[in-house]
């Protein structure tokens, strides 16, 4: 007869936890109740391996307590044992008592949980171009006056109606005077931003939900501009995309094979570029340097100088410091 009171059984079923762990069983996040389903099936099927310790074990609230039985024939496992659920298996198997003692000195190893794979590509194959009609390129992606330009510039009609690329929220709509001007930025359900900077007008509040199609402002020439055109940047969290990896410009055409885009090449194409900009983008400060001439190298303005590498305003710079015009 099995002694194993209630709370020695839980020991067993945590013994058969972890061994269900080493055994590499893998259970998804997500869905809870299967990793109950897991513990459950094995304890079962544990039962039904020894079907005399299923019959012959006494229900646990007509159990005698432990002290009224000293049997000194009963053997006992050390619950720290890490053999413990082999030992009881044996042990049942050959008909001997035993009893689970002791208290654990650390939990139990949790189930080994691996997250579902996530998909290591994109598929932009429902992406809607902004732009409704042929457009050229007026300036690349790339590295532009010493610092990175993160999207692309197209020109455009002014007032033209610019439109969201996927659906998703609106996380930004503001105007940035030295840079985006008015600018709107979406976040996508597909783990992707878009930008769209220089319009005319923002016709999308931020928490607004958007669809593809739906227009999000103006095009324009506001912020530093110099001619109406849509400046538009895709990311992937901080990962710059060149969108003419995805778009055939000027026709706005999606270029073949976008429906499979592996991120990894995406990831490595960004990480490839900041390399390329620490090396042409970073300004060396020279005795007698002052904000204003830096900001002129980078041909930006001196505020965005100051917010891009946390500078005071008007503070001397030091010879040897290193700066940049972007990030
Ligand atoms: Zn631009």
């Not at 324009?220 to 995805?246: C, K, M, Q, V, W």
């Amino acid at each position: 007869m099995i002694l194993a009171s209630r709370h020695s059984w839980a020991r067993l079923v945590a013994a058969i936890a972890f061994t269900i762990a080493c055994m590499n069983v893998h259970v998804d996040a997500k869905q809870a109740p299967k990793k109950k389903q897991k513990t459950t099936a094995v304890k079962s099927s544990a039962k039904k391996s020894k079907p005399a310790a299923k019959t012959t074990a006494k229900p646990a609230d007509k159990a005698p307590p432990k002290e009224a039985q000293p049997d000194s024939s009963v053997v006992k496992i050390d619950a720290n044992d890490p053999k413990a659920f082999t030992k009881a298996i044996l042990l049942d198997k050959q008909g001997v008592e035993f009893e689970v003692v002791g208290e654990e000195k650390q939990p139990a190893p949790k189930l080994v949980v691996k997250e579902k794979k996530k998909e290591d590509f994109f598929d932009f194959s429902t992406m809607l171009v902004p732009i409704t009609h042929p457009a050229p390129i007026a300036s690349k992606y790339g590295i532009r006056d010493h610092r990175l330009h993160r999207g692309v510039d197209v020109s455009v009609i002014k007032d033209e109606p610019v439109l969201a690329a996927f659906p998703g929220v609106v996380t930004m709509a503001k105007y940035n005077k030295g840079g985006y001007g008015h600018y709107v930025i979406v976040d996508h359900e597909n783990g992707l931003q878009t930008l769209y900077g220089h319009l005319s007008e923002r016709l999308v509040k931020i928490g607004e939900r958007v669809y593809p199609g739906d227009i999000v402002g103006l095009a324009g020439n506001s912020g530093r501009s110099s001619g109406a055109h849509l400046h538009f940047e895709i990311h992937y969290g901080e990962i710059n995309i060149d969108p003419e990896t995805i778009v055939d410009f000027p026709n706005w055409d999606l270029k073949p094979g976008v429906e499979k885009v592996s991120k990894k090449s995406i990831v490595r194409a960004h990480y490839n570029m900041q390399r390329k900009l620490k090396k042409e983008g970073t300004y060396v400060v020279k005795k007698g340097d002052t904000q204003g001439k830096v900001a002129k190298w980078f041909n930006i303005s001196i505020e965005a100088l100051c917010r891009i590498n946390n500078l005071k305003p008007g503070a001397p710079l030091k010879a040897g410091q290193k700066l940049l015009g972007s990030k």
